[in-house]
Every structure is written in C-alpha cells, then in structure tokens.
C-alpha cells in the first residue's frame, strides 16, 4: 500500500477577510500556520495548540473556530474571517475594539484577538446580550491576566454602541 507523502502540496481556495485566496498546503498544515506563517496575517495568535485557550479563535463561515485545530484543507471554499478584518478601515477601530480601549480589555493583549472574534459573533447574532450570555459565551477563552471584568464591559459597552448604531441607521 503507497504511503501517503505529508509533505504534497494541495490547492486551497477560499475567503479571507473578504478576499478571494488560492493558496497551496501541505496535508497537515493547519489554519493557524497558514493564516501566520504562510500568509502574514499575525493576529491570530497560538496559545495552547490544544484548542483550549481560545487565543486562536477565528470565524468559519460566520462561526467560531480554533484555528490551531482545523487543518488548513479544511477551509477550502469557505469565508474565513480574522481579527484583522473587525474594522473595515484599519487606520480605525471597530466598536467592539473601541470599547475594549476605553475600558481596559486588552491587559496583556494576547488572548484579545480570539475574544474579539467570538465577541463579534456574539454582538451580531445577540445584539441584547446581557453579561451573563457574555459570560458563557467567553467560557471557552483563557484570560490569564484575569481581564474578565473589564472584558465583560467592554462587551456590553459595544453591545449598547452597536444598537444605538442600528437605530440611527434604520
């Protein structure tokens, strides 16, 4: 029986940050590798490598995802979205980035980028979100510099901005 070579390189085409990508990669090169090394895209950072810290938590087709743990071919034909794509003016924040500014969120900064990813999707699917729903929806991210508090607000502060936002634009 041939072995399987885990270095071939495989076509992958897919949407990120909304623009198209074609890209090649090896069998076992997984999303977090490819979105850092391959394609330089550094926010996104890797904590634990086992899915548990939630640091490299990006959106698949609109939900969150480890990206440590989903293999690279995974995406393909998929809309992948990173941190980088939170404001859609880089020279500006986003709201949810914003409040996170104004009330200290950020403390060492390493974990922000998967918080801010799943925040995100959070605000859009729950724009009411109390902090208690914030709470659990954090659940699966570490903070080690014990930020939660701060986090929490942020996340209801933005939570208020984007409503008042959505009122004066409808």
């Given at each position: 029986?041939?072995?399987?070579?885990?270095?071939?390189?495989?076509?992958?085409?897919?949407?990120?940050?909304?623009?198209?990508?074609?890209?090649?990669?090896?069998?076992?090169?997984?999303?977090?590798?490819?979105?850092r090394?391959?394609?330089?895209?550094?926010?996104?950072?890797?904590?634990?490598?086992?899915?548990?810290?939630?640091?490299?938590?990006?959106?698949?087709?609109?939900?969150?995802?480890?990206?440590?743990?989903?293999?690279?071919?995974?995406?393909?034909?998929?809309?992948?979205?990173?941190?980088?794509?939170?404001?859609?003016?880089?020279?500006?924040?986003?709201?949810?980035q914003?409040?996170?500014?104004?009330?200290?969120?950020?403390?060492?900064?390493?974990?922000?980028?998967?918080?801010?990813?799943?925040?995100?999707?959070?605000?859009?699917?729950?724009?009411?979100?109390?902090?208690?729903?914030i709470?659990?929806?954090?659940?699966?991210?570490?903070?080690?510099?014990?930020?939660?508090?701060?986090?929490?607000?942020?996340?209801?502060?933005?939570?208020?901005?984007?409503?008042?936002?959505?009122?004066?634009?409808?």
């Amino acid at each position: 029986m041939p072995r399987m070579n885990a270095t071939r390189r495989h076509p992958v085409n897919f949407t990120l940050n909304g623009r198209a990508v074609s890209v090649e990669v090896e069998n076992r090169m997984l999303l977090s590798d490819l979105l850092r090394h391959e394609i330089g895209l550094t926010g996104t950072h890797v904590g634990c490598e086992h899915g548990v810290c939630g640091a490299c938590t990006v959106q698949i087709d609109g939900r969150p995802a480890r990206a440590c743990l989903t293999l690279a071919q995974q995406v393909r034909g998929s809309d992948v979205r990173t941190v980088e794509a939170l404001s859609p003016n880089p020279a500006e924040l986003s709201p949810l980035q914003a409040a996170f500014r104004r009330h200290h969120g950020l403390q060492c900064g390493f974990c922000t980028p998967g918080i801010l990813m799943s925040l995100d999707t959070l605000l859009r699917e729950t724009p009411d979100a109390d902090r208690d729903e914030i709470r659990e929806h954090l659940s699966g991210h570490l903070c080690r510099c014990t930020g939660y508090a701060s986090i929490i607000e942020a996340a209801l502060a933005a939570a208020d901005e984007l409503r008042k936002e959505e009122k004066t634009n409808a």
